[in-house]
C-alpha cells in the first residue's frame, strides 16, 4: 500500500510538463521520460514481472514497456482489439476523484465492465482478440493509469 501511495503522489504531482499528447487523442497525455523522473521508477518497478506473466498466461514474454496515462474529460477510447505484436497488456488504476466508467469487453461470455478504481487494474492477453474500449466518455476529472505492455519472446 506504501509503494502505490507514493507512485500515486508521483504521479498526480509531476510537473504538465513531463506529458505529452498522446497520439490516441488531444484528451489523453503521456508522461514522458525524464532522468531520475517517476516513469523511470515506474519501469524499473514492472521491469522483472515478465517471469511472472509468462507462468499466468503460459508462454514466454519480455517486459516492453510502461506508460502513464493521464486522460482528461472527455476522453474515450473507441473499441478495438489490441495488436498482435504485444502478448498481454496490463492497466492499473491509479487515481480518479470518482468511480467513474473504466474498460468493457465483450466477450463470448457477453459484456463485462470493469470500473475506474484507483488500485485495480486488469490484464489482457492479446491473442484473444477481444473487442474493448469505454462507452461512455471520462467525466468530471482527471484521470491516471498504469499501461505495461509484455512482448511475445521468440
Known amino acids: 500500500q506504501d509503494d502505490f501511495q507514493y507512485i500515486t503522489h508521483k504521479i498526480t504531482t509531476a510537473p504538465d510538463d513531463q506529458f505529452v499528447v498522446s497520439p490516441a487523442s488531444d484528451l489523453r497525455y503521456e508522461m514522458t521520460w525524464t532522468n531520475d523522473g517517476v516513469l ?4 524499473n518497478a514492472f ?3 515478465g517471469p511472472v506473466v509468462s507462468e499466468l498466461l503460459g508462454t514466454n514474454v519480455y517486459f516492453n514497456q510502461v506508460r502513464i496515462w493521464k486522460d482528461l474529460p472527455g476522453y474515450r477510447i473507441p473499441f ?3 495488436d498482435q505484436v504485444s502478448a498481454a497488456h ?3 488504476y ?3 476523484s470518482t ?3 473504466g474498460t468493457t469487453w465483450y466477450t463470448t461470455r457477453g459484456r463485462t465492465i470493469l470500473p475506474f478504481v484507483p488500485n485495480t487494474g486488469y490484464i489482457t492477453v492479446c491473442s484473444q482478440r477481444y473487442p474493448h474500449g469505454m462507452l461512455l466518455p471520462v467525466r468530471d476529472q482527471t484521470r491516471y493509469s498504469l499501461y505495461i505492455t509484455f ?4
Open 40 to 43: 523511470e521508477e515506474v519501469h
Open 47 to 49: 521491469g522483472t514481472l
Open 80 to 82: 478495438h482489439e489490441d
Open 90 to 92: 496490463i492497466q492499473i
Open 94 to 96: 491509479i487515481s480518479g
Open 99 to 101: 468511480r467513474d466508467i
Open 151 to 154: 512482448a511475445k519472446a521468440n
